[in-house]
């Protein structure tokens, strides 16, 4: 394994880029939710609400809506089929509260018209957990057995581990989907007026860069692996 003075170079080079640029990202989702969550909207309409309207927009109706406590803890739950907005979305009439809650009533839609993408990713998701779960156990083995036993158990834990990045990479296209719907909805039946929709579109342009920032950190820490198993085997 290549170290300079004790310190893992592969650590340098494809993990801590990753850290800065999660830093990153999260700070603009902070940012930008934060500065929207301040506006209040012209509807006078609140998250909850916001959902309901952007499922009835597109033919949608046998989905809850509930509240569940946290910050930014807003999901779409596909095996209960229900919609679960947080604090500062599920009753609060703000710009940010609309385009969140509009963007998880995305995902309702996606898993109630049967979308492709968001089919592929729910059936990587199974093999993905068992990858997470076992992948570090080998390759924790790989290095600490020598020759050709090291060698395939390091390697199996890397097989076990890329389930997890293809889950990572697959969940982008559902993302960034799930917010073209709710963007489209709020543009298309003039939920928002310009100026507020520009507003929420911000907030879901910065939490996708979160998504983003995730597929490349699995991607790199994938790579790293790679490349520490290479320079094993040389």
């Known amino acids: 394994m290549p170290y300079l003075y004790g310190f893992d170079i592969t650590y340098l080079i494809f993990i801590v880029p990753c850290i800065i640029l999660s830093l990153v990202c999260q700070i603009m989702v902070q940012s930008a939710f934060s500065r929207y969550s301040k506006v209040r909207n012209s509807r006078n309409m609140t998250g909850a609400q916001a959902a309901e309207y952007v499922l009835r927009q597109n033919g949608v109706y046998n989905v809850r809506i509930e509240h569940v406590s946290g910050a930014l803890t807003d999901h779409f739950d596909p095996r209960s089929n229900t919609i679960r907005l947080s604090d500062s979305v599920y009753n609060t009439a703000s710009v940010a509260a609309v385009g969140v809650a509009a963007h998880e009533a995305g995902h309702a839609v996606q ?124």
């Open 111 to 234: 898993h109630a018209q049967n979308y492709l993408p968001n089919k592929i990713r729910s059936a990587i998701l199974p093999v993905a957990r068992i990858g997470s779960q076992l992948s570090w156990i080998f390759i924790i083995l790989g290095f600490i057995f020598y020759y050709k036993v090291g060698t395939v158990l390091l390697y199996i834990g890397i097989i076990l581990f890329s389930a997890s990045v293809l889950f990572t990479v697959a969940t982008l296209p559902v993302e960034f989907n799930a917010s073209r719907r709710a963007l489209t909805t709020i543009k298309g039946t003039n939920l928002l007026p310009p100026e507020e929709y520009a507003g929420a579109k911000s907030v879901l342009r910065a939490a996708a860069m979160t998504y983003v920032a995730s597929a490349i950190t699995a991607i790199m820490q994938l790579l790293r692996l790679i490349f520490i198993a290479r320079r094993r085997d040389n």
